[in-house]
T-cell receptor
Framework: DAGVIQSPRHEVTEMGQEVTLRCKPI?????LFWYRQTMMRGLELLIY????????DSGMPEDRFSAKMPNASFSTLKIQPSEPRDSAVYFC????????????FGEGSWLTVV | GNSVTQMEGPVTLSEEAFLTINCTYT??????LFWYVQYPGEGLQLLLK?????DKGSNKGFEATYRKETTSFHLEKGSVQVSDSAVYFC??????????FGKGTTLSVSS
């Protein structure tokens, strides 16, 4: 299995630009998660989907952030407009349900906003 | 709400030393507990897990036992190697929720 695939792996963008991060979960997994990792805050859950439906988006920082999951094999996390404080590693992860099954992580998208 | 607290690092050890990284949790009900490891520049990988009280998860020489009475899931390894240098995350999940992580503990092992 290819695992969770994220793109881009690295992105450097200017403040104010739109950033779109993409994720392809493991085939057959019906739960998808977006996490953000920073030195200051560690790993924070931004949002998670179950069967393509957003279940908990309480971790989304503000209206500049939005996430979609149009089908079972694709999700996007968009930041518009981006700010320097959004610089972080964004991880996508997937699992079969959320009842103790292993959650598999992608390799992350390293975002730098200058 | 649910939370995970793990010892702050960095933890610096010599090769073949004994490792303990403490992890305690707060949760309603009976969560499943995990240790994930993150090597430099990579994503998180599951190291081990335990889904009920008194279960012991083990992998690659690492062990952790789910202790409900002390709400703990401490990670141990009898003899660490340089290749174990990484960041270790304790985490919990309950049905219908996402993984909640501790802050992470950096382990540095020197030869």
């Amino acid at each position: 299995d290819a695992g969770v695939i994220q793109s881009p792996r690295h992105e450097v963008t200017e403040m104010g630009q739109e950033v779109t991060l993409r994720c392809k979960p493991i085939s057959g997994h019906n739960s998808l998660f977006w996490y953000r990792q920073t030195m200051m805050r560690g790993l924070e859950l931004l949002i998670y989907f179950n069967n393509n439906v957003p279940i908990d988006d309480s971790g989304m920082p503000e209206d500049r952030f939005s996430a979609k999951m149009p089908n079972a094999s694709f999700s996007t996390l968009k930041i518009q407009p981006s700010e320097p404080r959004d610089s972080a590693v964004y991880f996508c992860a997937s699992s079969i349900g959320t009842s103790g099954n292993t959650i598999y992580f992608g390799e992350g998208s390293w975002l730098t906003v200058v | 709400g649910n939370s995970v607290t793990q010892m702050e690092g960095p933890v610096t050890l010599s090769e073949e030393a004994f490792l303990t990284i403490n992890c305690t949790y707060t949760a309603t009900g009976y969560p499943s507990l995990f240790w994930y490891v993150q090597y430099p520049g990579e994503g998180l990988q599951l190291l081990l897990k335990a889904t009920k009280a008194d279960d012991k998860g083990s992998n690659k020489g690492f062990e952790a036992t789910y202790r409900k009475e002390t709400t703990s899931f401490h990670l141990e390894k009898g003899s660490v190697q340089v290749s174990d240098s990484a960041v270790y995350f304790c985490a919990l999940v309950q049905a219908g929720t996402a993984l909640i992580f501790g802050k992470g503990t950096t382990l540095s092992v020197s030869s």
